[in-house]
């Protein structure tokens, strides 16, 4: 089992920036794939991240391309998601999951609470 948190959410002006973090317990994310995905009130969970196991693959939404960026410390457990110029359609709850797959399509096992990210205009 693999319990995930997430951490660094908050209110922001548009144009902040913030970081998230997603620190895992229970077993060692070395060998996990991870993603982080959002949710806004009324519409469907989408992805927004996605780094292979070394870090060395990552791919990003379109809608946040160029201002978000997904990165992992092996040796902390921990998965960051570093946000710049946020704008108020990024507000949202924020989840990091856990696939023991590979691939950017492939299905994810664990998920965190979430975040909850706020961007005022």
């Known amino acids: 089992q693999v319990q995930l948190v997430e951490s660094g959410g908050g209110l922001v002006q548009a144009g902040g920036s913030l970081r998230l973090s997603c620190a895992a317990s229970?077993?060692?994310?070395?060998?996990?794939?991870m993603g982080w995905f959002r949710q806004a009130p009324g519409k469907e969970r989408e992805f927004v991240a996605y780094?292979?196991?070394?870090?060395?693959?990552?791919s990003y939404a379109d809608s946040v391309k160029g201002r978000f960026a997904i990165s992992r410390d092996n040796a902390k457990n921990t998965v960051y998601l570093q946000m710049y110029s946020l704008k108020p359609e990024d507000t949202a709850a924020y989840y990091c999951?856990?696939?023991?797959?590979?691939?950017?399509?492939?299905?994810?096992?664990?998920w965190g609470q979430g975040t909850q990210v706020t961007v005022s205009s």
């Open positions: 999951a856990a696939s023991v797959g590979a691939g950017l399509t492939t299905s994810y096992d664990y």
């Open positions: 780094i292979n196991w070394s870090g060395g693959i990552t």
């Open positions: 229970g077993r060692t994310l070395r060998s996990f794939t």
